[in-house]
């Protein structure tokens, strides 16, 4: 029988055992805490999800890795956070962050919630890495703070315009006519905006422009339009859903331009189109955030995410990436103070990573060494085409129907 | 060049093939409002419950969407029913604003559990059919949504069979029109709650079979629909069956020529445009009694 006295020294013996490794823990370095910051709820919630994925990764990799070394092997403690898919949620979170006392701030996804997320954490001096993000906004307001490692919007239908002329000029200019078909919230009226003026300035016509709300429940009208234009290159600038629809739909109505080609989102850049809609992705050609295909981290990276019965999105690999940026810089600070790591990142020549890209260098919190890839479905599968240095196969196009 | 009427027609028609499953939507949402007298805010959650086990039932048991009907259709009704019986009447107390907060309950509890065991992924099937097209004329139609039509119509058909000639549908509209006589003629008015509410969902179990074939579910999926459906019930007079499928017929098509020639952000003005002069000039709706 147990007594009330045989009980409490028990139950004192095994709280020292369970307490134990925490006085292991007190005896190596303290921890460094991270904010991981990204809308994992809301209209958002699949891209948040997955970039926390691809933070989580990183963080347990460079855990298993002996964590920190400059900090005696301190390991990296994530604070999780809701940006809820609002910006205003964002900033709250990072309010929260900042009195727990994170070294620094890794977030937050989507263009509207890193506005706001960098804001507030320029208030307490907290670096903040921007894993996506595309809005040049972010790193224009002049924020010592905010650092972001991919390319932004401008950069990426620049490289997109220059791109699509050289595989038209290559293959003996078959296509002249152009129809935008884009959504109506920033990331799409923007895109469309500075294509339908950059194109006629390389000799195409852009025909049409449409656009449409999120969400659309069918796409027919505008296949139809599209099949009254019968324009040489589709351009469609949204959200998966409603591009998996507006795809479906052209497929059914027979439709079928020279090339569809998308700038940032599109079937070229998602193995999960790729696998839902295999019928329909062959030829599809976007310019997008990629992964270095030559490099040899990329494949056990993506059996992993796979394992855990996720799509290796570009969501994953940029966060994944941005974790490792931030890192970098601690390990050079050799100290979790906010304006060290801050100096550290301003300076960071980071290259270990398996992102296409040059050197790195911070001009004003971009990393002018990020830059997109152009990929097309081949055969099934997702292949670089553009440029030479990453090529895994050559350009088809025109598709043929 | 859109006044081509190769265009035109396919935009009728593929504004009749969505409406179809509008008007199923809207056809569950009224029974239930003509009866209970309830505004049932659950409606756009119930049908993504229902399309998440159309979608289960093709990606674990390989079951077609189209075979799958009876069953999705029957678990629709038995989940409606014991809704119903079990948490709505029980919650509610007899009071309207009550059942107006309870739907709007279990519609956050079931988004946020699709949200937890599905998590925010869009899904959608992939079948034989599901890019193949049937030629009417010079239009091309995807088989799917000339399925959903045909189907719509059918099922829109033996709800109306059953309310307008069998001893339930008497009982149904017994109650919806006066609950207290109902009540002393020996109709049993909680079941008669239930069992409205239950053919309700299974209505939006035919529309899952129909829908999924050429659409997606996400947890947030039902809100996009829920809003036409509300329109439309009140389009066609709150209440009435008829209302409801001639409304769900000309949401769509007006949907579809709006988005033609207005392109698809303004078009769906087009909807509210109609609704506001209904609601101005014929505030009853287009088939509704005259209060």
Known sequence: MTTRRTFLTQSAAAAAVLSAPWVVRAHSATPVKVGVLHPVTGALAYSGQQCRLGALLAIEDINKAGGIKALGGAKIEALLGDAQSRPEAGSAEVEKMNAAGVSAIVGAYASAICLATTQTAAKYGLPHVVDVGVADQIVERGLKNTFRFGPGYRTCTERAITDLVALNDAAGKPAKTVMIVHEDSLFGTGTAALLSKTLPEHGFEVKEVVKHPNPTRDFNNIVLRMRSVNPDIVIPANYYNEYALLLRAMKQQKVSPKAIYSVLGGAASSYKFLKEFPDVANGIIDCNHWFNPKDARVAPLKARVEEKGAYFSYEVFMTYVSVYLLVDAIERAKSTDRAAITDALASSTFSDHLMPYGPTKFVNGQNTGAQPLLTQVIDGDIKVIIPEAYRQANAQFPVKA | ?291
């Not at chain 2, 259709?73 to 059942?99: C, P, T």
């Not at chain 2, 599905?118 to 049937?134: C, E, G, M, Q, W």
């Not at chain 2, 009140?234 to 949907?255: K, N, T």
Request: with cysteine.
């Open chain 2, 1 to 291: 060049m859109l006044w081509d009427p190769a265009i035109l027609l396919s935009a009728v028609l593929n504004g009749l093939t969505t409406g179809a499953v509008y008007a199923l939507v809207a056809l569950g949402l009224t029974l239930i409002y003509g009866v209970l007298h309830i505004i049932n805010f659950a409606h756009g959650a119930a049908l993504m419950v229902a399309l998440y086990a159309v979608y289960l039932l093709k990606e674990r048991l390989g079951l077609d969407p189209y075979m799958a009907l009876p069953f999705v259709m029957a678990g629709m009704f038995v989940l409606g029913y014991f809704l119903q019986r079990v948490i709505i009447s029980r919650a509610s107390h007899g009071k309207d604003e009550n059942i107006l907060l309870v739907t709007l309950g279990l519609s956050i509890v079931l988004e946020n559990l699709a949200l937890v065991w599905f998590k925010s992924d869009t899904r959608s099937i992939d079948t034989a059919y599901t890019l193949s097209t049937v030629e009417i004329g010079p239009a091309l139609i995807a088989l799917p949504k000339l399925i959903a039509f045909a189907g719509a119509m059918v099922v829109a058909a033996v709800l109306l069979w059953v309310i307008r000639r069998t001893d339930l549908g008497r009982a149904i509209r017994a109650v919806a029109k006066e609950k207290q006589g109902a009540k002393l003629m020996g109709i049993d008015v909680e079941r008669v709650y239930a069992l409205s509410f239950a053919i309700g969902m299974a209505c939006l179990g035919a529309a899952a079979c129909f829908l999924l074939p050429a659409y997606y579910v996400n947890p947030q999926v039902g809100s996009g629909f829920v809003l036409i459906a509300f329109t439309i019930v009140v389009l066609g007079g709150m209440g009435s069956f008829a209302g409801a499928l001639v409304g769900g017929l000309l949401i769509g098509v007006v949907e579809s020529l709006g988005g033609l020639f207005l392109g698809d952000s303004l078009g769906q003005m087009g909807i509210f445009a109609i609704f506001i002069l209904v609601l101005l000039f014929r505030p009853q709706g287009l088939f509704g009694a005259r209060a």
